[in-house]
Nanobody, 122 residues
Framework: QVQLEESGGGLVQAGGSLRLSCAASGTNFRLNDMAWHRQAPGMQRDLVAR???????QYAESVKDRFMISRDTTKNTVTLQMNNLKPWDTAVYYC????????????????WGQGTQVTVSS
């Protein structure tokens, strides 16, 4: 199993910045894509940003030019830098990763973190 641990959420005023981090841990695994999703109360969970193993990025239209996703493949970490935050960015943010675990068999996995709350006040 691959576990994901998030950090960096909190309360910030509109226009401020926050940085979320997520670290993957386990044994004998290789990560493919890493991503951040968010879920506001009563809403579905939506993709915020994704980064592939070769560095290609994808962003939700609502966060383009404000958020930046990056990863350190040597440390199995992914970071989401969030700038110019808006009240509607308030949500629980979840880290997600997929890849393969190498044991007696090669097994695909998709893991989620426990979520971290981001609250933006107006």
């Amino acid at each position: 199993q691959v576990q994901l641990e998030e950090s960096g959420g909190g309360l910030v005023q509109a226009g401020g910045s926050l940085r979320l981090s997520c670290a993957a841990s386990g044994t004998n695994f290789r990560l493919n894509d890493m991503a951040w999703h968010r879920q506001a109360p009563g809403m579905q969970r939506d993709l915020v940003a994704r980064v592939s193993s070769d560095g290609r990025t994808q962003y939700a239209e609502s966060v383009k030019d404000r958020f930046m996703i990056s990863r350190d493949t040597t440390k199995n970490t992914v970071t989401l830098q969030m700038n110019n935050l808006k009240p509607w960015d308030t949500a629980v943010y979840y880290c997600e990763a997929d890849g393969f675990v190498y044991g007696q068999e090669i097994t695909a996995f998709r893991s989620w973190g426990q979520g971290t709350q981001v609250t933006v006040s107006s």
